[in-house]
């Protein structure tokens, strides 16, 4: 009989389930918790969509921020 070596990936520690959270994304969380409790309303439909698109947005355009030059012209339109 022929012994052959079989590979295992690694796994992971198991864990307890609990992750480290930024202190935003915690109070994130509790916001989401607290309006699909119905504790606090939200926006529904068509404007949670605008929402959600205005917040991506703004996102994309704090980390796409590019540079800008200054540029003068003078009185008579040359350089």
Not at 21 to 29: D, F, H, K, M, R
Not at 42 to 57: N, Q
């Amino acid at each position: 009989m022929i012994e052959m070596a079989i590979f295992r990936a690694p796994q992971a520690r198991p864990g307890n389930g609990r992750r480290i959270v930024s202190t935003a994304a915690g109070a994130e969380i509790e916001r989401i918790e607290r309006l699909l409790s119905g504790e606090e309303t939200g926006p529904v439909g068509d404007d949670a969509i605008a929402e959600r698109d205005r917040a991506w947005a703004q996102q994309n355009a704090a980390e796409q921020r590019q540079c800008t030059l200054r540029l003068e012209v003078s009185d008579d339109g040359q350089h």
